[in-house]
């Protein structure tokens, strides 16, 4: 039944754990919406002939009592409208809460590329390797404009900004390779800023990882035999002709020394970050990052937010607009002084200050 709805409404595969709910959902609006159409312009039609004005004299008679059926023209919409909403409201809020146990990557869109950095310390352009069955937890940003990293075979599609942290996840239920599309107009080559999910195995995926981060210390490009080719076969063929799968989809890894954590503790040293924030608990100029990460922080408006990578980020870039109660207005704006690449760092580094005693958000309330 999914099949014959999937292949009947020209749908793509369904390649992650939400993809079955969010088809399954869109089915039942479709076929709703189709049976009410049809009933209300088929009612139409019955009445505009059977009600006609059969001769220049005749007049309607006036119509009583019909409360039952407006109780009805009310209540069937109302009533279908709120199944809609909670089936929604429920796979949405299971969209937009990635599993605790998620593993992160950051990724950076721009004019007209995407870029994955993974914690261990490697990134690659292009391509994305995952684990089939273990959740994925991606930290997106942008350097220039708003791109909106889209998967059609995992249905999730979220913005990327530049300057803040948005986040999505997806559960890959197979392996494959799986198309990355730009779904925000974001200049001349929007329609090619193209990139692909690779999901590997989970021993495929640690042999890779630990090749990666084994591997030279230089900058390389990766034939991914299946992906250029997979691509072009896709195409019409004059823009197959005009598709240069090396320039839109080779994959480029870097092979960094040390993790991603790492590099924030150099990044944090080299930009002063350490001259205002300690990173052994105690107090000083600005807070410690001791376990400042999803930590729940008072703030002088007198609201509360939890410090994760979202507001860690804004408190880079715009550090005045939410500022923690008890500290001086002194902290400088980033903005322009660090690149996406050092953000994701110094959130890996403050994410690794955080001491075990402290494993949930709620245990240190306000
Ligand atoms: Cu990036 Cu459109």
Known sequence: MNELFRKLLFLPEQASTIAKDVDHLHYI?????????????????????????RSETEITPKVTGTFGWEALFVGLPL????????????????????????????????Q???????????????????????????????????????????????????????????????????????????????SEMWAEVVALSEQDYESWMRQQREGDLVTRRDATPSGPERERSLLPARQAALYDPQEAHGEVMYAERGSLAERGERVAAEKGCLKCHT???????????????????RLTTGE????????????????????????????????????????????????TLRSARLNDVESKGP
């Open 112 to 190: 007209w590329m995407w870029k994955f950095t993974y914690p261990e310390g490697p990134s690659s352009i292009g391509v994305l390797r995952v684990p089939v069955g273990k959740p994925v937890r991606l930290l997106l940003t942008s350097r220039d404009v708003i791109h909106s990293f889209y998967v059609p075979a995992f249905r999730i599609k979220q913005d990327a900004v530049p300057g803040a942290y948005t986040q999505t996840w997806f559960e890959v239920t197979k392996p494959g390779n799986y198309r990355v599309m730009c779904a925000e107009y974001c200049g001349l080559k929007h």
């Open 279 to 297: 990173v052994d608990g105690t107090e000083h100029i600005g807070p410690t990052w001791v376990d400042l990460y999803m930590r729940r922080e």
């Open 29 to 53: 609006i479709i076929t709703t919406t189709m049976v009410a159409a049809t009933l209300i312009f088929g009612t139409a039609a019955y009445f505009i002939i059977r009600f006609r004005r």
């Open 79 to 110: 009533t279908t409208f709120l199944v809609w909403f909670f089936m929604g409201y429920h796979d949405f809020v299971r969209m937009q809460t990635p599993p605790p146990e998620a593993m992160d990557v950051y990724v950076v869109g721009k």
């Open 304 to 351: 509360t937010v939890v410090a994760d990578e979202a507001y860690l980020t804004e408190s880079m870039m715009k550090p005045l607009v939410k500022l923690v109660a008890g500290y001086e207005p002194v902290m400088p704006s980033f903005q322009g002084q660090l690149e996406a690449a050092e953000v994701a760092a110094l959130l890996e580094y403050i994410k």
